[in-house]
């Protein structure tokens, strides 16, 4: 069916609303309060073209399961000339609003401005806190908190980090260390390292180029990227950017439909991907505070400087405090689980894993394991590996950090019965050695690689793997080790591992800044 731009336009309200994604037309009514990035932001697209902000965050393929159960329906297209109209007016719109918030933001925040042209040369950044510093610094608020951010009171972030600290090294010597070889054999295939580049979503609010920055970096260094499906670049962009030889691994989120997995695992498996990852700790979205308070304040921060120009500290004190307590799409939607962004998945089931597994013939990966019990349960479900994770402490509050429930799992002799992989809270070589040592075959970092795209870009990350890389070769030379297969339970103490609590006692300023929320006010506070 052809529509015109006018008949868009009279679908505008929360109970009827129709939005144009390159040149096709959605009812989006019953999604819009299901949306995981809130209601308000598709209402402001209401009856018009959406295209430049959708395009900013996702691909079209996102909307596929949403489609599949019925929540956004497909009305028509609109025609030629139309379309080509909508184009041109939604990306002036587009750009005029993202100038006028820009312009409000940075009033806020000359100090991070002028941090952003005063950012260190990349050579003088010496390992993955630094990045993680300047992102700190020079980030605009709202990405630097959905990156950073975890679930209630970050509990699991910081102890997943911390917890490695607990192990100390029993290093050997007297052995000859010349050589001393870190590659490794992941799902079959050679790379350069036993750490890649984990999944996380929407890698567009790093980096421009998002996801094709990891591409090309981890075919440079020979590392393994897990694409996400979560993508901000459609996955055959991505995958035409990765060398030929580089392994690469995709992350799905299961659909309710199977038609729409079985359609992306074929996908992926024809474009050479050697491994899927299915992410099964995302049952319902993690309270993820700090990032909805720096969306409210940011959102009423906008409305209260086009409606009175300027804001006054009180303004100011009034805003946090109104912000903190509740956001307008909660106020929009307070029936609504997308009021707290949550998602929910909370049908997948073994049997479920099982009849994936069976249509694929790439290694079948579960991305989210947190206990033994379940770690047993993939063994007796003949998964290929696991992936020990609480995605990066933004889901269960309260999980364990995942190097300790590996530490669990190998004293059960559990990590000589399948693959077992972790992520979480690593920030550096050693870090990556006592995982290897507890029988972890590789380590997953999120944030720790994401920080250096979003400050340097594919130079950036280019410059974190090597240091990953020196910092493992320089400790296994001082540990007496020569390649990974001589890593194990001996050169390791882990005595106070399970002495939780003393994380707290750390003074880690950087990392522990890192995990404060990042608002205007804060942010003239502390030089480069
Ligand atoms: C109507 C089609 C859309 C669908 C199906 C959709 C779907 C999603 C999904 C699944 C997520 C969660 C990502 C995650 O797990 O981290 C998300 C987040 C998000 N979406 Fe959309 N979206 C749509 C339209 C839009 C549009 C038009 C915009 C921008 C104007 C937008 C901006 C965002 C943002 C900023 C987030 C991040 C939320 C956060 O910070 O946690 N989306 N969307
Ligand atoms: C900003 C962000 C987005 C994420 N998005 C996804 C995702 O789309 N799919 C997924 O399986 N895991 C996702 N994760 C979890 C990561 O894959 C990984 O498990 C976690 O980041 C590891 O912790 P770390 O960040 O401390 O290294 C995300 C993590 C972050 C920080």
Same mark, same amino acid.
């Given at each position: 069916?052809?529509?015109?731009?006018?008949?868009?336009? /009279?679908?505008?309200?929360?109970?009827?609303?129709?939005?144009?994604?390159?040149?096709?037309?959605?009812?989006?009514?019953?999604?819009?309060?299901?949306?995981?990035?809130?209601?308000?932001?598709?209402?402001?697209?209401? $009856?018009?073209?959406?295209?430049?902000?959708?395009?900013?965050?996702?691909?079209?393929?996102?909307?596929?399961?949403?489609?599949?159960?019925?929540?956004?329906?497909?009305?028509?297209?609109?025609?030629?000339?139309?379309?080509?109209?909508?184009?041109?007016?939604?990306?002036?719109?587009?750009?005029?609003?993202?100038? /006028?918030?820009?312009?409000?933001?940075? !009033?806020?925040? *000359? @100090?991070?401005?002028?941090?952003?042209?005063?950012?260190?040369?990349?050579? /003088?950044?010496?390992?993955?806190?630094?990045?993680?510093?300047?992102?700190?610094?020079?980030?605009?608020?709202?990405? #630097?908190?959905?990156?950073?951010?975890?679930?209630?009171?970050?509990?699991?972030?910081?102890?997943?980090?911390?917890?490695?600290?607990?192990?100390?090294?029993?290093?050997?010597?007297?052995?000859?260390?010349?050589?001393?070889?870190?590659?490794?054999?992941?799902?079959?295939?050679?790379?350069?390292? *036993?750490?890649?580049?984990?999944?996380?979503?929407?890698?567009?609010?790093?980096?421009?180029?998002?996801?094709?920055?990891?591409?090309?970096?981890?075919?440079?260094?020979?590392?393994? @990227?897990?694409?996400?499906?979560?993508?901000?670049?459609?996955?055959?962009?991505?995958?035409?950017?990765?060398?030929? $030889?580089? =392994?690469?691994?995709?992350?799905?989120?299961?659909?309710?439909?199977?038609?729409?997995?079985?359609?992306?695992?074929? !996908?992926?498996?024809?474009?050479?991907?050697?491994?899927?990852?299915?992410?099964?700790?995302?049952?319902?979205?993690?309270?993820?505070?700090?990032? #909805?308070?720096?969306?409210?304040?940011?959102?009423?921060?906008?409305?209260?400087?086009?409606?009175?120009?300027?804001?006054?500290?009180?303004?100011?004190?009034?805003?946090?405090?109104?912000?903190?307590?509740?956001?307008?799409? @909660?106020?929009?939607?307070?029936?609504?689980?997308?009021?707290?962004?949550?998602?929910?998945?909370?049908?997948?089931?073994?049997?479920?894993? #099982?009849?994936?597994?069976?249509?694929?013939?790439?290694?079948?990966?579960?991305?989210?394991?947190?206990?033994? =019990?379940?770690?047993?349960?993939?063994?007796?479900?003949?998964?290929?590996?696991?992936?020990?994770?609480?995605?990066?402490?933004? /889901?269960?509050?309260?999980?364990?950090?995942?190097?300790?429930?590996?530490?669990?799992?190998?004293?059960?002799?559990?990590?000589? @019965?399948?693959?077992?992989?972790?992520?979480?809270?690593?920030?550096?070589?050693?870090?990556?050695?006592?995982?290897?040592?507890?029988?972890?075959?590789?380590? $997953?970092?999120?944030?720790?690689?994401?920080?250096?795209?979003?400050?340097?870009?594919?130079?950036?990350?280019?410059?974190?793997?090597?240091?990953?890389?020196?910092?493992?070769?320089?400790?296994?030379?001082?540990?007496?080790?020569?390649?990974?297969?001589?890593?194990?339970?001996?050169?390791?103490?882990?005595?106070?591992?399970?002495?939780?609590?003393?994380?707290?006692?750390?003074?880690?300023?950087?990392?522990?800044?890192?995990?404060?929320?990042?608002? =205007? =006010?804060?942010?003239?506070?502390? !030089?480069?």
């Amino acid at each position: 069916m052809t529509i015109s731009i006018e008949q868009v336009s /009279q679908h505008n309200s929360k109970t009827d609303c129709w939005i144009i994604f390159h040149s096709k037309v959605y009812d989006i009514t019953n999604f819009v309060s299901k949306h995981p990035g809130g209601a308000k932001i598709l209402m402001k697209l209401a $009856g018009k073209d959406g295209s430049a902000q959708f395009d900013k965050f996702h691909t079209l393929d996102i909307m596929k399961s949403y489609i599949y159960e019925k929540l956004i329906i497909e009305v028509g297209s609109l025609d030629d000339s139309a379309a080509e109209a909508a184009v041109a007016e939604a990306t002036i719109r587009a750009k005029e609003e993202a100038q /006028q918030e820009a312009s409000v933001i940075n !009033k806020y925040e *000359p @100090q991070r401005i002028s941090n952003l042209k005063n950012k260190p040369p990349l050579d /003088q950044i010496m390992n993955l806190y630094d990045f993680e510093y300047v992102a700190n610094k020079t980030l605009e608020p709202v990405a #630097r908190n959905y990156y950073s951010s975890g679930v209630d009171d970050e509990i699991t972030v910081r102890e997943n980090h911390f917890a490695y600290k607990r192990i100390f090294f029993n290093p050997r010597v007297l052995i000859d260390v010349t050589e001393c070889d870190i590659s490794t054999n992941l799902l079959g295939h050679n790379t350069s390292a *036993p750490f890649y580049v984990s999944s996380t979503a929407m890698q567009k609010y790093a980096h421009p180029e998002g996801e094709k920055v990891f591409a090309h970096g981890c075919s440079r260094e020979n590392i393994v @990227q897990m694409v996400p499906c979560l993508s901000s670049y459609p996955f055959e962009e991505i995958s035409k950017e990765i060398k030929p $030889g580089t =392994p690469f691994w995709f992350q799905l989120y299961p659909s309710a439909h199977d038609g729409l997995n079985e359609e992306i695992i074929r !996908k992926v498996e024809a474009a050479g991907c050697t491994g899927i990852f299915i992410t099964v700790d995302n049952v319902y979205g993690g309270n993820r505070e700090k990032d #909805r308070r720096v969306k409210a304040i940011m959102g009423h921060l906008i409305e209260l400087e086009k409606n009175k120009g300027s804001i006054s500290k009180d303004d100011m004190d009034r805003l946090y405090m109104v912000s903190s307590a509740k956001s307008e799409d @909660q106020e929009e939607t307070k029936d609504d689980d997308s009021a707290l962004g949550r998602r929910a998945v909370t049908w997948l089931t073994w049997e479920k894993m #099982r009849h994936l597994k069976s249509i694929t013939k790439m290694k079948f990966y579960l991305k989210g394991i947190q206990s033994i =019990p379940d770690a047993r349960l993939a063994v007796e479900n003949g998964m290929d590996g696991i992936v020990l994770s609480n995605h990066g402490g933004r /889901q269960a509050e309260y999980s364990k950090s995942t190097i300790e429930v590996l530490y669990d799992l190998n004293q059960a002799g559990i990590t000589t @019965q399948i693959d077992v992989f972790i992520d979480g809270g690593v920030r550096r070589g050693t870090d990556i050695l006592k995982a290897l040592c507890l029988g972890a075959k590789a380590v $997953g970092l999120g944030r720790g690689l994401l920080y250096p795209v979003a400050t340097y870009g594919e130079a950036g990350l280019v410059r974190a793997i090597q240091m990953l890389k020196e910092e493992m070769v320089t400790t296994m030379r001082n540990i007496g080790v020569r390649n990974l297969n001589e890593l194990n339970e001996e050169l390791i103490d882990t005595i106070n591992l399970k002495s939780r609590g003393s994380n707290f006692g750390y003074s880690e300023d950087l990392y522990n800044r890192a995990s404060l929320p990042l608002l =205007p =006010p804060n942010f003239g506070n502390v !030089k480069l």
